[in-house]
Nanobody, 125 residues
Framework: QVHVMESGGGLVQPGGSLSLSCAAS????????LAWWRQPPEKPREWVAD?????????ADAVTGRFTISRDNAKNTELAYLHMNNLKPEDTAVYYC?????????????????WGQGTQVTVSP
C-alpha cells in the first residue's frame, strides 16, 4: 500500500506564487511516476502535470510556463513538488497528488495509482 499526502495549499493573490508538496510513503517500490491533478469548483478533476521515470515532465496547456513539477526521494518516501507562479483566479481548485505505476511507450498506461486527500489553493485578491 502507498500512502499519499499533499501539503502547501492556501490563499494567494493573483500574480503570486505557491508551492505544493506531495509525499508518497509505504510500498514505494510499486510506483514509478507522480502527477498533480486539480478539481476547480463545480468542475471535473483535470490533469495538471506529471513526472515520469527518468524525469521527463509533461504539463497541461493551461499551466505550461507557469508551473513546474519536480521530484525527489528520501528514505522510503517519494516526494513531488509543484511550484506555481503567476497564479490566476482560474487556478483555484483542490489540488491532488497521484503516485502511480505506468508502463508502455511514453509511460502512457497507468497500471495502478494511489491518491491523496487534496489541498485547497485559492487565488483571489
Amino acid at each position: 500500500q502507498v500512502h499519499v499526502m499533499e501539503s502547501g495549499g492556501g490563499l494567494v493573490q493573483p500574480g503570486g506564487s505557491l508551492s505544493l508538496s506531495c509525499a508518497a510513503s509505504g510500498s514505494i517500490d510499486k510506483i514509478n511516476a507522480l502527477a498533480w491533478w486539480r478539481q476547480p469548483p463545480e468542475k471535473p478533476r483535470e490533469w495538471v502535470a506529471d513526472i515520469a521515470p527518468g524525469g521527463r515532465t509533461n504539463y497541461a496547456d493551461a499551466v505550461t510556463g507557469r508551473f513546474t513539477i519536480s521530484r525527489d526521494n528520501a528514505k522510503n518516501t517519494e516526494l513531488a513538488y509543484l511550484h506555481m507562479n503567476n497564479l490566476k483566479p482560474e487556478d483555484t481548485a483542490v489540488y491532488y497528488c497521484s503516485a502511480f505505476h505506468c508502463s508502455g511507450a511514453g509511460c502512457h498506461d497507468v497500471d495502478y495509482d494511489y491518491w491523496g486527500q487534496g489541498t485547497q489553493v485559492t487565488v483571489s485578491p
